[in-house]
């Protein structure tokens, strides 16, 4: 059974920094896209950015890139985001997600529970 748990979200005043965690487990993902996305009250889910397992290269939404950093460790099978100069239109529920094609705008396969991060201005 594929899980994925994201943890680390919070209350953080503009400017500041959060870094979000998702631990996966119950298959290999060495040949999936890993990604963040994000939700905000009354707007749709929005994708935020993506890492490839296998070799870790990267793609960003153009708002948050210079800002967040996606990684991921694959001794502990865990993909993270550092979310830096936050500002309150980061305010959402951000999920982290899995899936064979990566497509920001696809229909990923898997997903976490999501984590709230609000950023006060």
């Known amino acids: 059974q594929v899980q994925l748990v ?3 979200g919070g209350l953080v005043q503009a400017g500041g920094s959060l870094r979000l ?16 996305f994000r939700q905000a009250p009354g707007k749709e889910r929005e994708f935020v950015a993506r890492i490839t397992w296998s070799d870790g290269s990267t793609y960003y939404k153009n708002s948050v890139k210079g800002r967040f950093t996606i990684s991921r460790d694959n001794a502990k099978n865990t993909m993270y985001l550092q979310m830096n100069s936050l500002k309150p239109e980061d305010t959402a529920v951000y999920y982290c997600a899995a899936d064979r094609d990566g497509i920001p705008g696809g ?10 991060v609000t950023v006060s201005s």
């Open 21 to 36: 965690s998702c631990a996966a487990s119950g298959r290999t993902f060495s040949s999936y896209y890993m990604g963040w």
């Open 107 to 116: 229909s990923w396969d898997y997903w976490g529970q999501g984590t709230q």
């Open 6 to 8: 994201e943890s680390g």
